[in-house]
């Protein structure tokens, strides 16, 4: 009995290993922003892929304004919470920034069905296949969690990155940050 009890009180769930147990299907973080000092961001992101509409992108296509890329997928629950609400930052800082959406997980007509259903206006990326856009963000600042945002300044480095769903609020003061990075 004793060995019993002491198995159970080691199996108790919380945090990561419940919402890996719970059939959610993916990994939701509760909103950890980081931001990258102009002097630490590396590297600018360097990528390759397409658009739902067969449109080929590369990372140069977003450098010399900053870029939001948010990574989602149809299903994820937290990305259809977020989705009016990146659209409306979207549109209030379109001089200063431009957005694109990645999906993770899903083929062009679910993702495009997602985009039309929550009014969605900038682009998405299919990721699904091959994983080009999430590869190019592996290392110190990876897409951890679905949904993840990160925030490029004008010269495609990493300036912020935000797992889980965004504040609205944050995100505007993010792509802020990031416009008034030193060149």
Do not use: H
Not at 97 to 114: E, I, M, R, Y
Not at 134 to 146: I, K, R, V
């Amino acid at each position: 009995m004793a060995t019993c009890a002491a198995v159970a009180g080691c199996t108790s769930s919380s945090g990561i290993e419940q919402q890996w147990g719970d059939g959610k299907g993916y990994i939701s973080a509760d909103q950890i922003v980081s931001e990258i000092a102009p002097e630490d961001r590396g590297d600018p992101i360097e990528f390759d892929s397409e658009l739902s509409d067969g449109t080929k992108i590369t990372a140069a296509d977003y450098q010399g304004k900053v870029a939001v890329l948010n990574f989602w997928f149809a299903g994820c629950v937290p990305c259809r919470m977020e989705a009016t609400d990146l659209q409306a930052v979207s549109e209030e800082v379109s001089d200063d920034a431009a957005f694109l959406g990645v999906n993770v997980k899903d083929q062009p007509d679910t993702a495009d069905a997602f985009t039309r259903r929550f009014d969605v206006t900038y682009p998405t990326a299919i990721d699904a296949n091959t994983g080009s856009v999430q590869l190019a963000f592996a290392g110190m600042t990876a897409p951890n969690a679905t949904p993840a945002t990160f925030v490029l300044d004008p010269e495609g480095r990493v300036s912020a990155r935000v797992l889980g769903p965004v504040d609205p609020s944050i995100l505007r003061a993010l792509v802020k940050t990031a416009a008034a990075t030193p060149e």
